[in-house]
């Protein structure tokens, strides 16, 4: 980072008591005014930033990886004495074996006059639970056969050898491609996409790969700046030095290495327009952190590399999501996976996401002007009660309470409502008073 | 680029006869290979690749920035002899300055007793019209008054009057902002962002300037990849270098400088998982060229982007759309601008774009499999029939050709309707075929 830069970023932190307020909120944005003077300097905010970094890189690996992938031994990932079902990243010599072992038993199957079947797991919801132990949804044991005799299952039976033999053939090229490219080389069997996809998701559970690990990707949609350095497909990129735009995080996780990095912890964004803020106020100079977002809903790619982030690099991750019940929605997406990935919420998840904002009882802390907020319709009540009976969220008092408040006074506020003080409030005053009252829950 | 990739890069190329090809399609497989053995070597068509450059660089410069900017004179951009609206790219200086005259103007107005009013370019459809001669959509002038003493523009007026004051803070800060930062600095005021947006967009008119040198900047959704260097808010960025993610494009353009290059053509993508594609296999390393993406409809940042580029490298466009009436939709507002755009054609257009493919001829050309082609809807049609009429696709007798082929077969395809001949057919097979037989229009 250049002295310049540096320097940019301490006058405008400086300088921003003198910024421009808008005039139709003035008792609000003296109450705001207020609040900038009881930042402490930085150097204190810092130090209890590295007490946090220090104490999340002491405490015990994540649960997943622990509990989660470790219980599949390497041999037979179907075997596992757990009665759940956990899929883990593998390599291509690995995923290739055992695709190879898989073919060969069915060979040895219909040889021996046993015919030609698959044992294929179950992946309905009435098979897919929240462990609290695990703190995620996982998947339960359950298979049932895929016969290639029997009318009912002839063609799943087809499709899922087609399916094996075309996921085979990248890994022996060793690239990458999309679900919508494996449809493509066989449409006249698949018929619709909609079929590859759920069989391959059955592929994935059937091997106890995930499906990165089969080398088919999502298509990626998140981005990253920040104090990180980690080499994409074996280019290094330092994260300091991309701009506003930030860099892009890779579709396929596996081509990530060499993660480094000096940050004291992990700023997960909800939307675009305030990851640009952070970004462009290099506020990852100020308080070193790393800041991604996916830009909304989060995609495959960016919890997979929210995740390896947080496995090697051992930081807490702090969260900034819109003050609604989407914004806690996706926090859970993040935390412990979405229903119809359950089988891969092991590699997937990212446990101990603390919320940092904005949270509803910000919206009268930081005195948010009421026209600001926005009144909650049926629909958002509807499924901020749907939440409040999530297990993820019973589990966090705080969150409960929080969720609580949001249902009591049927509002919500987007980060964005932040600027009604000003544009830059949120990274001059807002983040760093947040961060200096430890105030997440 | 090591060595150990470009050897990677070539060894993909000479090993491609022997990939797997999909049973399903054995005729059309057999076809595709033999297509392979009339590629040349690349020697061979990178000679016609370097001819292509050459005359593209010598061409006159885009007709938007001779014919369009230019017009307007330095000093009052509302005065300008044409008839038609132009915004243009202008620094902070003297879009801070253009505010200062506008509200003195007002203020004289109001001292020598003729009120408070501004004076407002319609912006109506009736009002925006394709011009051949510029080969895009423009604005034409007509202004209307929007005084504050009348019931039926008070509003308005006060709308405008605060929506100046908020850029001109954003200016003195030097910072960015997005529309909805600027919506939440006064919501009780605006109501909704609507009307907050199209303020802004009467204010860009009147002011003679683009949005984005207001600094009110869109969300990107762009990545790009390849022979290109740039400087992101001073960040030295080497897409070479930026793996198979990318670099995420930069929602402000005025932070983007130092642009080099030794490619020899830009390669515009519909689609991401076309880009992963020709990313992941390094497609620019055997190809000097860049690679750029808005994933699907193209927004306001890439737009911006891929103009700078065209207008300062002078390279040639290629586009690789799906084949569809959306694709030629995408490439339309490429070429020509979106209509409700229509003032700011000038920068954000890219005028001489080549339709590389995937063109409704190919589809037989190629051999595309029968199950891989969709039959299009009755919209598909519909649309189809509409963009016929366009006045842009009329301009070319080639696409009106493609349109009609279209039409008449009533089938369209994706990009990814390629992989049937092999994952990785697009990039060793079709793209370098195509641009050894100059296969565009």
């Known amino acids: ?77 179907t075997s596992a004495s757990s009665n759940y079902i956990v899929v883990a990243d593998q390599d291509t010599t690995s995923v290739t074996s055992r695709i190879n072992r898989l073919v060969l038993s069915v060979a040895r199957s219909i040889l021996a006059g046993r015919g030609f079947s698959f044992a294929v797991p179950s992946r309905a919801s009435s098979n897919q639970v929240y462990l609290p132990d695990l703190d995620r949804i996982v998947l339960l044991r359950r298979e049932s056969a895929r016969p290639f005799a ?34 493509y080389t066989d449409v006249k069997l698949f018929g619709d996409q909609s079929q590859s996809d759920a069989i391959l998701d059955d592929v994935s559970c059937m091997l106890g790969c995930t499906r990165s690990s089969l080398h088919v990707v999502a298509s990626e949609k998140g981005v990253v700046v920040g104090r990180l350095i980690f080499a994409d497909d074996g280019d290094v990129i330092d994260c300091t030095r991309m701009g506003v735009g930030g860099k892009a995080i890779p579709p396929n996780i596996d081509r990530v290495s060499g993660i ?34 996916a830009k909304g809903q989060p995609d495959v790619a960016t919890r997979l590399f929210l995740r390896r982030l947080k496995v090697e690099l051992k930081l807490p991750v702090l ?18 996976g979405s229903k119809n990935m359950s089988y891969d919420s092991a590699n997937l998840t990212t446990p101990d996401i603390k919320w940092l904002g904005v949270r509803p009882s910000d919206l009268d ?15 958002d009540i509807k499924v901020g009660k749907e939440m409040l009976e999530e297990d993820f969220v019973k589990q966090n008092e705080g969150w409960v309470k929080e969720l609580e408040t949001m249902l009591r006074t049927k509002q919500k506020a987007e980060i964005q409502a932040l600027s009604s003080f000003g544009f830059q409030y949120l990274t001059e005053v807002y983040l760093p008073l947040k961060l200096q009252q430890e105030d997440w829950i």
């Open 150 to 183: 029997n009318v009912a299952t002839a063609r799943k039976a087809t499709v899922t050898a087609r399916v094996l033999s075309l996921v085979h053939a990248v890994l022996r090229r060793g690239i990458h491609v999309t679900k919508r490219d494996l449809f």
């Open 1 to 77: 980072m250049s002295e310049r830069k540096r320097r940019a970023g301490a006058d405008a932190a400086a300088g921003g008591s003198t910024s421009k307020k808008p005039r139709g909120a003035s008792a609000a944005a003296s109450y705001a005014q207020s609040l900038r003077s009881k930042l402490r300097p930085d150097a204190s905010i810092l130090a209890s930033l590295r007490a946090l970094a220090s104490a999340a890189s002491k405490s015990k690996p994540a649960a997943a990886s622990s509990a989660g992938a470790k219980a599949l031994s390497e041999d037979d990932p």
């Open 365 to 379: 802390k930081y005195r948010v002007p009421e026209q600001c907020r926005l009144p909650m319709t049926d629909h």
């Open 260 to 293: 480094e990095s000096d940050a004291l912890f992990i700023l997960l964004v909800e939307k675009d327009a305030a990851f640009m803020r952070l970004a462009e106020d290099r506020f990852y100079n100020r308080f070193p952190c790393i800041i991604l977002t």
């Open 319 to 336: 969260a900034l999501v819109d003050s609604d019940p989407y914004g806690l929605k996706i926090l859970s997406v993040y935390m412990c």
